[in-house]
């Protein structure tokens, strides 16, 4: 098990940016596969982006272009850089970290205004 601290979350205006940070308790994260999610109201959850142990990242179509996922792992945290963020990126967003055992952030809120 790995306990997970998202920040970075905030509000913003349309064409802004921010950074989400996932920091992790133990170093054994560098071995984790990290996911960031994105739930919006009433939706479902869906991936936005991941980042294996060795660094290979992948996109969802919607944020590709705009978003950048990367790792640190001499600090046991992950990042996502938001770019040219748009309403509809307005979401809470959670870090996942995987590899023995599935582990959950608490969520970031993360608003996006016109």
């Given at each position: 098990?790995?306990?997970?601290?998202?920040?970075?979350?905030?509000?913003?205006?349309?064409?802004?940016?921010?950074?989400?940070?996932?920091?992790?308790?133990?170093?054994?994260?560098?071995?984790?596969?990290?996911?960031?999610?994105?739930?919006?109201?009433?939706?479902?959850?869906?991936?936005?982006?991941?980042?294996?142990r060795?660094?290979?990242?992948?996109?969802?179509?919607?944020?590709k272009?705009?978003?950048?996922?990367?790792?640190?792992?001499?600090?046991?945290?992950?990042?996502?850089?938001?770019?040219?963020?748009?309403?509809?990126?307005?979401?809470?967003?959670?870090?996942?970290?995987?590899?023995?055992?599935?582990?959950?952030?608490?969520?970031?809120?993360?608003?996006?205004?016109?």
């Open positions: 098990q790995v306990q997970l601290v998202e920040s970075g979350g905030g509000l913003v205006q349309t064409g802004g940016s921010l950074r989400l940070s996932c920091a992790a308790d133990r170093s054994t994260f560098n071995y984790y596969t990290v996911t960031w999610y994105r739930q919006a109201s009433g939706n479902r959850r869906e991936l936005v982006a991941n980042i294996t060795d660094g290979t990242t992948n996109y969802s179509d919607s944020v272009g705009r978003f950048t996922i990367s790792r640190d792992n001499a600090k046991n945290t992950a990042y996502l850089q938001m770019n040219n963020l748009k309403v509809e990126d307005t979401a809470v967003y959670y870090c996942n970290a995987k590899w023995h055992t599935d582990n959950w952030g608490q969520g970031t809120q993360v608003t996006v205004s016109s």
